[in-house]
């Protein structure tokens, strides 16, 4: 069946009737407006992403469910970096007239079982027809207290520089699917990161990070985030970049160009002080999250890096840029 | 000046420089997500549109300014339409390689004199790249004490179908731009439509509309969604609709038909009960704002539609469906 078939009620319909309620959300889908009841002494922190076929995602690499989770994932990712704690989404589809009802389906289905694990739901949205390819924008809220939000202005010189899991792989994962690959460890990063929800909320509410971002544009891009509005530098190690085997493997010859400048790991990278160093282990042990301190927070601007050998390192390309 | 000379961060320091500060934004621009402090004892309202070249607007057609503004009306309606007061807003961009910036700032100089106008801030978005035209994705947010939230869903039998303004404009404005008319009222109409703000909140604060809606899908289209959500039926008055001097000569051959089916208006379409008529008459006097009372909700289902002469009166066509 074609999308054409269904009709946009029809298709509001059929995703509205997937919805479960939750209390925070007084009024969902349906309305002009969604209405929201905020929890009580917490402030609203709010991100939205827009991604479009042919730029950030090709039909030809991904299925439509893993699609619909990375849609989602990308939005908490951000929320995470926040340490908010998620609670609502609004998503907004254009889609061609041919588009087939199974390939919604399956972004549907995408959406919601990531909405269902991360207990957010979807309050709203748009649905509309695209002259060119799919396009998807989603806008995520969630709460945090105020004293307890983590912003990438908070670094302070003489501060450990850390991360999640590995780095590298979602790019090393696209350059695979370019190569005709379409499964294996490194795709799957690619296709279907993880966002580290658990983990941002729990640095927060331990007051253990002093600045964070996610791990969009590659490890120096985000760090050089985090600088610029903390108003330090930072001095990376680049013998502590955590890599995955499987990336180890595909980047033989230079591990340090995707793992500094690759993006979309979707890793939490943020500031602690010295002295959490074994609390923040343990916290993140407990969640089975891989934990590397890769750094240090320094005097000045910009972000030197520092090879095992002692050796410079000059990147190359500093990340991802939508115009150039 | 092309967008790929400015780059994405470029383009976002140049929005970003043009944006005031309120006081319920604690985090704008430039974090992962904004942070929000909403006012105590107030609901979130939260809607999201989006408007795609080709489908919603076409650059041939309007200035960019003028699509600037009503990007951001076309949002701001749907919280008038809750009765909600707009506080912040989302902008996401996605533009080719080769838009040119005097173009995008002209657009943005529309987005930001309107939320000027409204009092609204932007908080945050997305800028990225699009391989066809330009799409742009608005998420707007406003506040009103739940009890004062007017849903779609309140009419009651016996209650007076009103609207603000004149129906049918931004319809005969669009027919007018597809015959090569590039101005006048009934274009303006459909270029830049005034969202009722104003008029929403009040109609909320002061408790007298028990449903509503803005008319962007025409009103029997409208007006149907408050009937199903409603359980009633509606009683349309053909000849109480009100149309403008501009409407009624393009339209001399059969006002009803653009009049009932058009969307765009984004006017409010409301009910009161029948004692409230003079106040709310009062009322939109004050604001300047004119307003018609155009049927009646009736038991049952669907929309009876009545003419001046007593003949019955077919919709050919009952609103805009996206895929169809």
């Known amino acids: 069946m074609k999308l054409k078939d269904l009709g946009e009620f029809g298709l509001i319909d059929r995703i509205a009737r997937q919805v479960h309620k939750a209390p925070s959300v007084v009024l969902g889908i349906g309305d002009d407006a969604a209405a929201l009841a905020p929890t009580a002494e917490t402030l609203t922190l709010i991100t939205s992403d827009m991604l479009l076929d042919g730029v950030h995602f090709d039909l030809n690499f991904t299925d439509a469910k893993s699609l619909g989770r ?10 995470a970096a926040m340490g908010a704690t998620p609670r609502q989404f609004l998503l907004g589809i254009a889609l061609p007239k041919d588009f087939s009802t199974e390939l919604m389906d399956g972004f549907m289905a995408g959406v919601l079982e ?18 060119s390819g799919l396009v998807v924008s989603i806008t995520a809220l969630g709460e945090q207290r105020p004293e307890r939000v983590v912003k990438r202005s908070g670094a302070s ?7 999640t899991g590995t780095v590298g792989d979602a790019a090393a994962g696209l350059e695979l699917l370019r190569q005709g690959v379409r499964e294996g460890f490194l795709v799957s990063r690619q296709l279907d990161p993880e966002p580290r929800i658990a983990v941002g909320v729990a640095l927060a509410d331990n007051g253990l990070a002093t600045a964070m971002i996610d791990v969009s544009d590659g490890v120096v891009a985000d760090l050089g985030h985090i600088c610029e ?18 990336y180890r493997t595909f980047c033989a010859d230079d591990p340090y160009a995707l793992g500094l400048s690759g993006g979309e790991d979707y890793e939490l990278l943020f500031c602690i002080k010295p002295k959490h160093r074994d609390a923040v282990a343990d916290l993140l042990a407990g969640f089975g999250v891989k934990f590397s301190v890769i750094g240090e927070v320094v005097k ?3 972000i030197e890096l520092v090879t095992p050998d002692g050796a410079p390192y000059q990147v190359v390309q500093k990340g991802f840029d939508h115009f150039q």
Request: net charge negative; with cysteine.
């Open 300 to 302: 000045g601007e910009g």
């Open 114 to 131: 990531q909405a269902e694990r991360f207990g957010v739901t979807l309050v709203g949205g748009d649905t509309c027809s695209s002259r």
């Open 157 to 163: 010189v003489g501060e450990l520089v850390c991360v």
């Open 229 to 246: 509005l903390s108003g330090v530098g930072a001095r990376l190690q680049l013998g502590a970049l955590p890599f995955s085997d499987e």
């Open 70 to 79: 990375k849609s989602l994932s990308v939005n908490l990712s951000d929320l």
